[in-house]
């Protein structure tokens, strides 16, 4: 069973923050520059500097859940998803030392769930866990805990016990 690339929109898509880091965001600063003269480009720069300084985790956070997204695009082809069809990457976020993701996948929630080892070495965590969307079947939630597993009670070892996070609320 052999998986179908995906097609040319959502590559433009999965690869939306890297085609605006060369393209877009060169174009935009040196515009700017041009525009509001060497005094206010400087001041408004170093603004931007100071503010990227003081927010470097949430910044290093996004970074890294960019860093995800890539690392479980790679994986998914080796998973052999049911019709084969991969998952499509809709967002990653961090949610307060955690990772996010949301996946739109028919049919994929039974086999990530038993796949959970093997997305949680792609992404080099000691654990994935993997949630249904309350109300939408094909949306599927990875939550990467790059920390080690606590006892929830709440989390059931069985997709069918599998009670959803905060994050859908």
Same mark, same amino acid.
Request: cysteine-free; aromatic content about 10%; charged content about 15%.
């Given at each position: 069973?052999?998986?179908? %690339?995906? +097609?040319?929109?959502?590559?433009?898509?999965?690869? #939306?923050?890297?085609?605006?880091?060369?393209?877009?965001? %060169?174009?935009?600063?040196?515009?700017? @520059?041009?525009?509001?003269?060497?005094?206010?480009?400087?001041?408004?720069?170093?603004?931007?500097? /100071?503010?990227?300084?003081?927010?470097?985790?949430?910044?290093?956070?996004?970074?890294?859940?960019?860093?995800?997204?890539?690392?479980? #695009?790679?994986?998914?082809?080796?998973? #052999?998803?049911?019709? /084969?069809?991969?998952? @499509?990457?809709?967002?990653?976020?961090?949610? /307060? /030392?955690?990772?996010?993701?949301?996946l739109f996948g028919r049919e994929a929630f039974e086999h990530l769930h038993r796949h959970r080892t093997v997305l949680a070495a792609a992404c080099a965590v000691p654990?994935?866990?993997?949630? #249904?969307? %309350?109300?939408?079947?094909?949306?599927?939630?990875? +939550?990467?805990?790059?920390?080690?597993?606590?006892?929830e009670p709440g989390r059931g070892s069985l997709p069918s016990n599998v009670v959803p996070l905060?994050?859908?609320?």
């Open positions: 069973m052999t998986s179908t %690339p995906p +097609t040319f929109p959502l590559r433009i898509y999965h690869w #939306r923050w890297e085609i605006l880091a060369v393209t877009l965001l %060169p174009y935009v600063v040196v515009t700017f @520059a041009l525009w509001a003269g060497p005094l206010w480009a400087s001041a408004v720069f170093a603004t931007a500097l /100071g503010v990227a300084v003081l927010r470097r985790r949430q910044v290093q956070a996004r970074i890294h859940a960019i860093r995800l997204q890539h690392r479980l #695009r790679a994986v998914f082809p080796h998973l #052999r998803l049911p019709g /084969g069809r991969l998952p @499509a990457i809709l967002w990653s976020r961090p949610r /307060g /030392g955690d990772i996010v993701v949301s654990e994935v866990y993997v949630d #249904r969307h %309350p109300t939408y079947a094909s949306l599927v939630t990875l +939550t990467i805990s790059p920390t080690a597993p606590k006892r905060r994050v859908h609320s």
